[in-house]
């Protein structure tokens, strides 16, 4: 039988906290990266202190591209910078040192005694698979990598070069800092922002869930129903030919079933303009309202829900970016909201009888 999973999931807190509320607990919470906004060490002890809090027996983080901390090999162009920075300040490079902490130090906070009793696995790039306590197997694939779009951030490519994501077949949950080409990935400039070769790799696996972040105008939560034509299908034969094609040609127009999807929840969604009627304004407002009472957004794709997620038919994609956006705060939204969402797993009994191999 599947097993029903609880997820909290989150996105870009920047080292901001949210109030911390019974309403928060699951099975697992996700953090899509950007878990800092500088890289200061104080940055991340206030977010592995909010992870710390939420009542959930595993939490699973990835960096972003702010966490440049994290990156071994950004380190000294990072401490370089900062530096330069801050004498303007009248700060020495001892002091500004001392605020971003010795190499490698930001990693072993995520992998402290404290934080793995809290629960907190830190990812770096690849594929994972956990037991959860609720007896369903969890398989994730994670990846801090974005198109470098801003110059000098951590775990970024030149867009034009691409990215290799190598999400296993049999991936649950996969949990990237950026978004996919064409799905929740609008920026305030009217510019998609999403990567190509990551949405190939999308809809080639065609996991349960995937969340991201990176681009904060763009929260929201949309069920994408895949085509089932050929191009959409999840057999073996059609996963090679979708990893002979170039991802050029592995797009939303091509994989995904616009008429059967379903938009859940997203900012413009949310905020009111000056045309709305008075029913949607008000609807607006109730749900706006109610996000902020529970402190999150609810989804549900359980069996028998109305808009049920599929294996191999559908995806849920999350863009749980939580610090605010210039929309979202023109509209008295100071900060967006995490999303709580129930979906459905394997259990382990159903694996092991099955012989699955997470990785085929």
Request: aromatic content about 8%.
């Amino acid at each position: 039988m599947p097993v029903k999973t609880r997820l909290l999931i989150m996105s870009d807190t920047h080292s901001n906290t949210f109030e911390v509320k019974a309403a928060h607990k699951a099975d697992v919470v996700i953090h899509c990266g950007d878990l800092s906004q500088y890289s200061e060490m104080e940055h991340y002890h206030k977010t592995i202190d909010m992870l710390c809090r939420l009542d959930a027996p595993l939490k699973l983080v990835i960096s972003g591209n702010h966490d440049q901390g994290i990156q071994d090999d950004k380190y000294d162009e990072l401490l370089a910078s900062k530096i330069a920075w801050w004498s303007t300040a009248g700060r020495t490079a001892e002091q500004v040192t001392r605020l971003f902490g010795p190499p490698g130090e930001p990693r072993r906070l995520l992998e402290s005694p404290r934080a793995k009793a809290a629960g907190i696995v830190f990812l770096d790039e690849g594929n994972y698979s956990f037991r959860l306590g609720n007896g369903a197997i969890l398989n994730v694939y994670a990846s801090p990598w974005t198109p470098d779009m801003f110059g000098g951030r951590a775990y970024q490519y030149p867009p034009d070069e691409g990215h290799d994501f190598a999400i296993a077949n049999n991936t649950h949950i996969a949990i990237t800092h950026g978004p996919p080409r064409g799905v929740l990935d609008w920026t305030r400039s009217g510019q998609r922002a999403g990567c190509p070769q990551l949405f190939a790799a999308i809809a080639t696996a065609k996991p349960l869930l995937h969340c991201f972040g990176h681009i904060h105008g763009a929260w929201g939560g949309k069920l994408v129903a895949w085509r089932n034509d050929g191009s959409g299908s999840s057999s073996s034969r059609n996963r090679q030919n979708h990893r002979r094609r170039s991802p050029r040609n592995i797009n939303v127009s091509t994989e995904v079933d616009l008429d059967n999807s379903v938009p859940l929840e997203n900012l413009p969604k949310l905020i009111r303009n000056q045309k709305d009627p008075a029913a949607v304004a008000q609807s607006k407002a109730a749900r706006k309202a109610q996000y902020d009472r529970q402190g999150l957004c609810h989804a549900s794709h359980l069996s028998g829900d109305a808009n049920p997620l599929v294996p191999g038919q559908n995806t849920l994609f999350v863009n749980a970016s939580w610090e605010f956006s210039p929309p979202g705060q023109d509209a008295g939204m100071m900060n967006h909201w995490p999303w709580l969402v129930d979906i459905e797993l394997p259990s382990r009994e159903e694996a092991a009888r099955k012989n699955i191999n997470p990785w085929a």
